[in-house]
């Protein structure tokens, strides 16, 4: 499985962004995808997860902000990021699970940069 994620980018507080997770290769052995971002100085963490049943999961800070997507067709996962904060400042990661056999594939970052 490749993962390439763009999207990212400066925007002032308040505002909006949509990132964006296409995925390719064996497609059909992914049972969950999600977001995760690293700011400086921090450890990852898990934004929004996304079942292949469309089941989704959200980190408290961003409930109510952030909405976790996909399209089948496309083979792409979003994340549709709104009332941002200078806060939510960190690169973000895709990432897509395989339950069998245990595996875990990541895109490359994107940069999203909230200016107060």
């Known amino acids: 499985v490749q993962l390439q994620a763009s999207g990212g980018g400066l925007v002032q507080a308040g505002g909006s962004l949509r990132l964006s997770c296409a995925a390719s290769?064996?497609?059909?052995?992914?049972?969950?995808m999600g977001w995760f971002r690293q700011a400086p100085g921090k450890q990852r963490e898990l934004v929004a997860a996304?079942?292949?049943?469309?089941?989704?999961n959200y980190a408290d800070s961003v409930k109510g902000r952030f909405t976790i997507s996909r399209d089948n067709a496309k083979n792409t996962m979003y994340l549709q990021m709104n009332s941002l904060k200078p806060e939510d400042t960190a690169v973000y990661y895709c990432n897509a699970v395989v339950v069998t056999p245990p595996l875990d594939y990541w895109g490359q970052g994107t940069q999203v940069t909230v200016s107060s």
């Open positions: 290769g064996d497609i059909f052995s992914i049972n969950a």
């Open positions: 996304i079942t292949m049943v469309g089941r989704t």
